[in-house]
């Protein structure tokens, strides 16, 4: 095996139970990796984590069992800005997987359009400490003025506590914006709390941001055990879910974040993922934004008439 696993990595949980809330016709999963395999696209030299592999065949056979109809695959930070494992399983998907690239400011012009023909849509800027180095802010500002002319959009992976100190290059984005998770509240923190009424403000003044309203499993404190009615699991991620997705219904995203780097504990059954949703998006209405409409409107705009 040429790649050591990060010491007390967590494997992705293998056998998924089916989901008992029912994905509308159409769902996308926006927001999912894959690694490697690493035999075949080797992680990034200046990674901070080692994975195990979690292929594009994996991935597409848990879309399938969950009931999704298509995937946004996002590049993650131990494959650097070497897209070729995402863009293989984008090509692979034959339409069913678009895609959200890292590149630096050496990336050529046809070097980006080979990516939009395979399917990428988007970069994605990360701001965690852990996860990347920090990256100039005018080569990201060059990178996201060169893409806007592809329509593509940013995505953003940030802490909330370095909201105040990011807004002002946030706010200047000249493209759509995603945020990742919810910009990572601290959820031990009142959904009225300061840390997220900033949150809310920033999508609230800037029409251009969305979130993705994913990763209960890492934003939790009270976990994923189940506790039975009212009791969800990951339930204390909920008000923060449900509190954006009913403010701004049509600017919201969700993903299973499969294969869940970084977990330490409680590597979750993406079927309890699934079946979170409805405690987050409670309406028909709701849950179609957030699974068809929205993602189709940014990754697949061509078939929105
Ligand atoms: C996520 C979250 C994490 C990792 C990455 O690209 C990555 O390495 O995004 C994390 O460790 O919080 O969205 O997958």
Redesign the pocket.
């Given at each position: 095996m040429p790649f050591e696993k990060t010491p007390g990595w967590l494997d992705w949980y293998a056998g998924p139970a089916k989901p008992t809330f029912q994905l509308p016709a159409g769902a996308v999963d926006a927001?999912c990796?894959v690694f490697g395999p690493g035999d075949e696209f080797p992680f990034a030299p200046e990674?901070?984590?080692t994975?195990c592999d979690a292929s594009k065949a994996q991935l597409f056979a848990l879309r399938d069992h969950l009931g999704f109809a298509r995937n946004v695959i996002?590049?993650?930070?131990?494959?650097g800005a070497d897209n070729r494992a995402m863009v293989d399983a984008c090509i692979a998907s034959q339409g069913k997987a678009r895609g959200v690239a890292?590149v630096r400011r050496s990336v050529t012009d046809d070097e980006l359009q080979r990516l939009h023909a395979a399917g990428v849509r988007g970069v994605?800027f990360?701001f965690?400490r852990?996860?990347?180095d920090f990256t100039p802010k005018d080569e990201l500002m060059e990178i996201a003025g060169r893409i806007a002319t592809l329509g593509w959009h940013v995505v953003i992976?940030f802490e909330a506590v370095d909201l105040p100190e990011l807004w002002d290059f946030f706010t200047r984005l000249p493209t759509t914006v995603v945020v990742?998770?919810m910009g990572?509240p601290d959820v031990t923190q009142p959904v009225d709390g300061p840390e997220f009424e900033l949150f809310v403000k920033f999508m609230r003044e800037y029409p251009n941001v969305w979130s993705k309203v994913?990763?209960p499993e890492?934003l939790s404190v009270s976990g994923p055990r189940a506790l039975g009615g009212e009791q969800a699991a990951y339930r204390d991620v909920v008000p923060f879910a449900r509190r954006i997705v009913e403010t701004f219904p049509d600017r919201v995203l969700w993903?299973t974040?499969w294969s869940?780097?970084?977990?330490n504990v409680d590597m979750p059954d993406d079927c309890l993922l699934v079946d979170l949703i409805p405690h987050s998006a409670t309406t028909r209405y709701l849950q179609r934004s957030l699974l068809v409409y929205n993602p189709l409107r940014l990754y697949w705009p061509e078939e929105v008439k």
């Amino acid at each position: 095996m040429p790649f050591e696993k990060t010491p007390g990595w967590l494997d992705w949980y293998a056998g998924p139970a089916k989901p008992t809330f029912q994905l509308p016709a159409g769902a996308v999963d926006a927001h999912c990796h894959v690694f490697g395999p690493g035999d075949e696209f080797p992680f990034a030299p200046e990674r901070k984590y080692t994975p195990c592999d979690a292929s594009k065949a994996q991935l597409f056979a848990l879309r399938d069992h969950l009931g999704f109809a298509r995937n946004v695959i996002v590049q993650a930070t131990c494959h650097g800005a070497d897209n070729r494992a995402m863009v293989d399983a984008c090509i692979a998907s034959q339409g069913k997987a678009r895609g959200v690239a890292t590149v630096r400011r050496s990336v050529t012009d046809d070097e980006l359009q080979r990516l939009h023909a395979a399917g990428v849509r988007g970069v994605r800027f990360n701001f965690v400490r852990r996860l990347v180095d920090f990256t100039p802010k005018d080569e990201l500002m060059e990178i996201a003025g060169r893409i806007a002319t592809l329509g593509w959009h940013v995505v953003i992976y940030f802490e909330a506590v370095d909201l105040p100190e990011l807004w002002d290059f946030f706010t200047r984005l000249p493209t759509t914006v995603v945020v990742d998770h919810m910009g990572r509240p601290d959820v031990t923190q009142p959904v009225d709390g300061p840390e997220f009424e900033l949150f809310v403000k920033f999508m609230r003044e800037y029409p251009n941001v969305w979130s993705k309203v994913s990763c209960p499993e890492r934003l939790s404190v009270s976990g994923p055990r189940a506790l039975g009615g009212e009791q969800a699991a990951y339930r204390d991620v909920v008000p923060f879910a449900r509190r954006i997705v009913e403010t701004f219904p049509d600017r919201v995203l969700w993903g299973t974040d499969w294969s869940h780097p970084n977990l330490n504990v409680d590597m979750p059954d993406d079927c309890l993922l699934v079946d979170l949703i409805p405690h987050s998006a409670t309406t028909r209405y709701l849950q179609r934004s957030l699974l068809v409409y929205n993602p189709l409107r940014l990754y697949w705009p061509e078939e929105v008439k």
